[in-house]
């Protein structure tokens, strides 16, 4: 089994930075893609960032050119760097991987727990 931890949310300024750290625990395991998630109050959960083991990435247009998405693999660990933030990004954010036992290729999801992150104007 895998856990994913999240740190880094809080409150920020409009037009300021926050960097979100996901870090995947457990045992014999492989992970693919590892993302990033949002959901804001009333609305579903979205899609903000991406990134494969080989360092494809995407983006929700919503972020390009103000958001970051990177990870260590060596360390099981995905980031998201956030600059000029807006008010609308406020939400909690969620991070996510794909993994896999490294006895078998049936992936499986999981969640983290979410942080919030509210921007004020």
């Known amino acids: 089994q895998v856990h994913l931890v999240e740190s880094g949310g809080g409150l920020v300024q409009a037009g300021g930075s926050l960097r979100l750290s996901c870090a995947a625990s457990?045992?014999?395991?492989?992970?693919?893609?590892m993302g990033w998630y949002r959901q804001a109050p009333g609305k579903q959960r979205e899609l903000v960032a991406r990134?494969?083991?080989?360092?494809?990435?995407n983006y929700a247009d919503s972020v390009k050119g103000r958001f970051t998405i990177s990870r260590d693999n060596a360390k099981n660990t995905v980031y998201l760097q956030m600059n000029s933030l807006e008010p609308e990004d406020t939400a909690v954010y969620y991070c996510?991987?794909?993994?896999?036992?490294?006895?078998?290729?049936?992936?499986?999801?999981?969640w983290g727990q979410g942080t919030l992150i509210t921007v004020s104007s």
């Open positions: 990134i494969t083991s080989g360092g494809n990435t």
């Open positions: 457990g045992s014999a395991f492989i992970i693919n893609t």
């Open positions: 996510h991987a794909d993994w896999r036992t490294i006895t078998d290729y049936v992936y499986h999801a999981v």
